[in-house]
C-alpha cells in the first residue's frame, strides 16, 4: 500500500506541470482553439519533446514505457490546463488499441510516428445509435479476397477531424450487438470512400462524424483478430476511463482552487463571502466529492490493467459512476458560489464545468455505469 | 504508487480474518450481523478473548500492551474486526481514555488503569456534553471545586452512553470559573461508585437504553485522579477527540451491513422475483457501494499519509462526514427491504428482550430500530456539521 510516486513519475508530473503553466494559460488556450485543427501543433511537438507522446509504449517503439500511473499523472495535469490537444485520441485510445491488440508488424510501423508526434488517430467505434453499448456496431466490414469492404457511419470521433488515420470497428459477422464478430480496422483518413464532417463539442474540443462507403481495407490493416476485437475494445476503453477520471479530477480540483480563492477574496456585506457558513459548507461539501473523485480515479489507476475483465469492468464502472457526480456537484457549486462571474465564456471556471459535463457522457454516464455495476452483482461479493 | 497490499499485509489480513472466524463467539457474531443490541457481558467477554490473544490495544505504546503495528495493519485489524463482524473494543478505553492517561498520565495514573482498561476489569463512560454544551462543548458548567487533596463536584453530564455498565467515567470539569471559556478546564478520572453520582437512562426512540444522565452532587474526587495540569483540560480533550475522529468511519462495519442487505434482499420478494433482482433497488445498493469504495481508498490514503505525521490529519472530518452518512445510507435500506414488516414493534417498553416469536420474517425486527438508532452517528463524535466547520478552517482556510 503506497500512494507516493516514485523519482520519475514525480519528475514526469512536474516538467508537465510546468510546460503546461509556462505555455497553456487560458489566453493561450483561447488561441489554440481558433488554429486550423482547434488545438496547438507547437505544444503538440513539445509533448513528443518531453516523451508524453510515447507515453505508455515500448521503448523500441520510441516509448518511456509508462503504465497507468504515468498516464493518470499526464491526463490530470492536461486536465487542469484545460488541454485541446488529441492526447487522449491519439495516446490513450488508437495508442491503446494498438499497443494491446495490433501484431509486430503494425506497432512498428505506426507507433513511432505517434510517438515523434508526425501521426494523429482517432477511434472511429460510436455509432448514432449505439449510445453506450460498445457492442453495438451496425457497420459491416465484408471480405473481398484478402481484403475488407468496410460499409458504414460513425459518430462522435473524437478528434476524427484532423486525425492521420482512423481505427474503424465494423462488424464481420453476428447481430448489431453482438460481441462476437467485430473486427478494427486502420483506414487512413483520406482513403477513397472515406468522408468526414468535423465539428467543434462544447467543451472546446473537436470531433467528427466519418462515413464510409465501400472503403477498401488491406489485410495489413487489419488490427487484431478479426471479429475477435470487442474484448480488446471493452480493455482500452475501460483504461481510457481511468485516464478521463484523472482529467476530470484535474479539472475538479482547478474549479475548487478557483472557488475557495474567490470565496476569500470576493466581498459582499463588507466581508469576504467566504465568512458565511453557508458557503463555507457548500466548499466543504465540494472537496470532500473531489478528495472522493481522486480516490477513485487512483483504484480505476489500479484497476486499469487487472487482466480479470469482471473485476475491472466493476472497478472501472464504480469509478465513472464517481467521477459522473462528483463532477457534476463540484461543476454546478463552483458556477453558483461564483454567481454571475461563472456564467460568462470569459471566466476559466464555466469551461471546466463544460469539459467535466462532457466526460461523463463519455462511454457512459454515471446512471449507465452504475445499472452495469449492479448487473454484475455490485463491489461487495458475499461472505 | 502501488495500492495493492504487500504479501506481508495480505497474510497478516488473513491471519487476523483466521482468528475472527475461530475466536469470535458465535452468539455474539449472530447478533452482530443481525443488528440486535449487544449486552455488557457480549463486549467484555470478547474484549478478553481479544486481550487474551495480546489484540485489544494494538495502537498503544509497546509498554502498555501495544504491538507497533503500521498505520496500514492497524487499518486491517479493524476493517477484519469490523467485518468479521466483531464488537470494537470498548472504545471509551482503549480509543479515549487510554490514549489520554498514556499522553498525558502520571506513572501511577498509567500502571493502575491501563491493564485494566485493556482487559476491560473497568468500564469506562464519557463524561463530556452537557445539557447547554453538545457542539459547543467548551461552555460546559459542571464545576470542581479544590477542598483540600481532593475535587468536589457539581454539575450534570448527559448523552452518557452506556454510564449505566460503568465503573469509571472521564470528565471535563471547570477548576477556574474566571478563565476563559476554553481555559479553566480539566479531565478528572471519577469511580462511577463515589457517593453523590446518580444516573438515570434516557431512552431514545430506537426504545433503546444505551445513553444517560449523569449527576454530581458534591461528588468528592481526589486530586490524584486529574489527568495532566489543572485547567490544561481542554487541550488534552482535543487530543482525545481528533483521535476519536479517525475510527469513525466504520468501513468494515458497513461492508458486513451491505453483505447483510444483499442476503436479506435476496430472501424479501418483489411480485414473483427476489428484490434483489429489482433494478432500482440493486441501484441503490450499488450506489453506496460506490461511496464505500470511495471512502475506502480515502481511508487508506489518510492511513498511508500517517507514517508522515503524528498528529490527527483534518482529512479525518471527510472520513466522519462519509463515513456516517453511507452507515445511514445503508441502515435505509435494511428498512426498506423489509417493506411493511417495519412495522411490528418487537422490544418491549421498558426495553427487555423480546422473547415471543417474530410477527413477520425473522430478519426483520432490528431494522427499524437500527435506522432509527443509527441517526446518531452523523450527531456524535462532532457532528457533521460541525466537521464541515473544521474542513472549512482547517483545510480551506476559510
Not at chain 1, 482512423?166 to 464481420?172: F, G
Not at chain 1, 463539442?201 to 489485410?219: F, I, K, M, Q, S
Not at chain 1, 462528483?326 to 471556471?349: C, D, N
Not at chain 2, 463524535?381 to 476559510?398: D, F, R, T, V, Y
Request: charged residues 25%.
Amino acid at each position: 500500500m503506497d500512494f507516493s510516486f516514485t523519482d520519475e513519475q514525480r519528475l514526469l508530473k512536474e516538467s508537465v506541470e510546468r510546460l503546461l503553466a509556462d505555455r497553456y494559460s487560458f489566453e493561450a488556450r483561447q488561441r489554440f482553439m481558433d488554429e486550423p485543427t482547434g488545438w496547438s501543433r507547437a505544444l503538440w511537438q513539445s509533448y513528443a519533446e518531453l516523451g508524453l507522446l510515447g507515453l505508455p509504449f515500448e521503448d523500441k517503439h520510441g516509448g518511456i514505457g509508462g503504465g497507468p500511473v504515468e498516464t493518470m499523472i499526464v491526463m490530470e495535469a492536461f486536465g487542469r490546463a484545460l488541454a485541446l490537444e488529441p492526447f487522449f485520441a491519439t495516446v490513450v485510445l488508437a495508442g491503446g488499441l494498438l499497443r494491446r491488440g495490433a501484431d509486430e508488424a503494425m506497432r512498428a510501423a505506426v507507433i513511432p510516428k505517434i510517438a515523434r508526434g508526425d501521426l494523429v488517430l482517432a477511434f472511429a467505434h460510436a455509432e448514432r445509435q449505439s449510445r453506450y453499448d460498445l457492442a453495438d456496431v451496425a457497420t459491416t466490414a465484408r471480405r473481398d479476397g484478402a481484403d475488407y469492404i468496410l460499409d458504414g457511419a460513425k459518430s462522435l470521433v473524437i478528434h476524427g477531424d484532423c486525425a492521420d488515420k482512423l481505427i474503424v470497428s465494423a462488424r464481420l459477422a453476428g447481430a448489431r450487438r453482438d460481441r462476437d464478430g467485430i473486427g478494427l480496422f486502420v483506414v487512413d483518413a483520406d482513403a477513397a470512400g472515406v468522408s468526414r464532417r468535423g465539428y467543434p463539442t462544447v467543451d472546446g474540443l473537436r470531433a467528427a462524424e466519418v462515413t464510409l462507403a465501400g472503403v477498401r481495407v488491406g489485410p495489413d490493416q487489419v488490427l487484431g483478430e478479426p471479429g475477435k476485437a470487442f474484448p480488446l475494445i471493452a480493455q482500452v476503453v475501460d483504461a481510457a476511463l481511468a485516464a478521463l477520471a484523472a482529467e476530470a479530477v484535474g479539472a475538479m480540483a482547478a474549479m475548487h482552487e478557483m472557488t475557495v480563492e474567490y470565496l476569500r477574496t470576493r466581498k459582499q456585506f463588507g466581508v469576504p463571502i467566504g465568512n458565511f457558513q453557508v458557503l463555507q459548507h457548500r466548499a466543504a461539501e465540494m472537496l470532500i466529492a473531489l478528495e472522493e473523485a481522486r480516490s477513485m480515479a487512483f483504484f480505476a489507476t489500479m484497476m486499469a490493467e487487472e487482466p480479470d475483465p469482471t473485476e475491472r469492468r466493476k472497478a472501472i464502472a464504480a469509478a465513472k459512476v464517481q467521477i459522473g457526480r462528483s463532477g457534476r456537484f463540484v461543476g454546478q457549486q463552483a458556477i453558483q458560489l461564483h454567481g454571475g462571474i461563472g456564467m460568462t465564456m470569459e471566466y476559466k471556471v464555466g469551461h471546466y464545468f463544460k469539459r467535466v459535463t462532457m466526460i461523463d457522457a463519455m462511454f457512459g454516464d454515471a446512471d449507465h455505469h452504475l445499472a452495469e455495476l449492479a448487473r454484475l452483482g455490485g463491489l461487495i461479493a458475499d461472505a | 504508487m502501488d495500492l495493492r497490499f504487500t504479501p506481508d499485509e495480505i497474510a497478516f489480513r488473513d491471519e487476523v480474518r483466521a482468528f475472527m472466524c475461530a475466536a469470535l463467539p458465535a452468539p455474539i457474531r449472530r447478533k452482530m450481523v443481525e443488528a440486535r443490541r449487544l449486552e455488557k457481558h457480549d463486549i467484555v467477554t470478547w474484549q478478553r478473548i481479544l486481550n487474551a490473544k495480546g489484540w485489544a490495544v494494538p495502537h498503544w505504546p509497546a509498554a502498555w500492551g501495544g504491538i507497533g503495528w503500521s498505520p496500514v495493519k492497524q487499518y486491517i485489524f479493524h476493517e477484519e474486526l469490523q467485518q468479521a463482524p466483531a464488537p470494537d473494543p470498548l472504545p471509551f478505553g482503549v480509543n479515549m481514555v487510554g490514549p489520554v492517561i498514556i499522553a498525558f498520565g502520571s506513572e501511577a495514573q498509567k500502571r493502575r488503569y491501563l491493564p485494566r482498561i485493556a482487559n476491560l476489569d473497568d468500564w469506562w463512560c464519557q463524561g463530556f456534553s452537557e445539557p447547554g454544551a453538545g457542539s459547543d462543548l467548551a461552555s460546559l458548567k459542571t464545576t470542581a471545586r479544590r477542598d483540600g487533596d481532593a475535587y468536589i463536584v457539581n454539575g450534570q453530564k448527559t448523552w452518557t452512553t452506556t454510564a449505566q455498565y460503568a465503573d469509571w467515567i472521564f470528565c471535563l470539569v471547570r477548576t477556574d470559573p474566571a478563565a476563559k471559556k476554553q481555559q479553566g478546564i480539566s479531565f478528572l478520572l471519577i469511580d462511577m461508585k463515589t457517593p453523590g453520582i446518580t444516573v438515570r437512562p434516557i431512552q431514545t426512540i430506537d426504545g433503546g437504553r444505551e445513553v444517560n444522565e449523569v449527576f454530581f452532587d458534591d461528588v468528592r474526587v481526589p486530586v490524584e485522579n486529574r489527568v495532566g495540569e489543572e485547567n490544561r483540560g481542554w487541550d488534552y480533550a482535543k487530543f482525545l477527540l481528533g483521535n476519536e475522529r479517525t475510527g469513525i468511519a466504520r468501513i468494515g462495519t458497513s461492508k458486513a451491513r451491505i453483505r447483510r442487505l444483499k442476503e436479506i434482499a435476496a430472501l424479501e420478494r418483489v411480485g414473483d422475483k427476489p428484490l434483489i433482482d429489482d433494478e432500482r433497488f440493486r441501484m441503490k445498493i450499488a450506489a453506496v457501494e460506490v461511496e464505500l469504495k470511495a471512502l475506502e481508498m480515502t481511508q487508506l490514503r489518510v492511513v498511508a499519509a500517517a507514517r508522515d505525521r503524528n498528529e490527527p490529519d483534518p482529512a479525518s472530518s471527510i472520513l466522519k462526514i462519509k463515513g456516517s452518512e453511507i452507515q445511514q445510507a445503508v441502515s435505509e435500506l435494511l428498512l426498506e427491504a423489509i417493506g411493511p414488516y417495519a412495522l411490528p414493534q418487537e422490544t418491549h417498553d421498558d426495553g427487555d428482550r423480546w422473547n415471543e416469536p417474530p410477527i413477520g420474517p425473522e430478519w426483520a425486527g432490528p431494522l427499524a430500530p437500527h435506522y432509527f438508532n443509527w441517526r446518531k452517528v452523523s450527531i456524535y463524535g462532532g457532528s457533521n456539521e460541525i466537521q464541515k466547520n473544521i474542513i472549512a478552517k482547517a483545510i480551506l482556510g476559510l
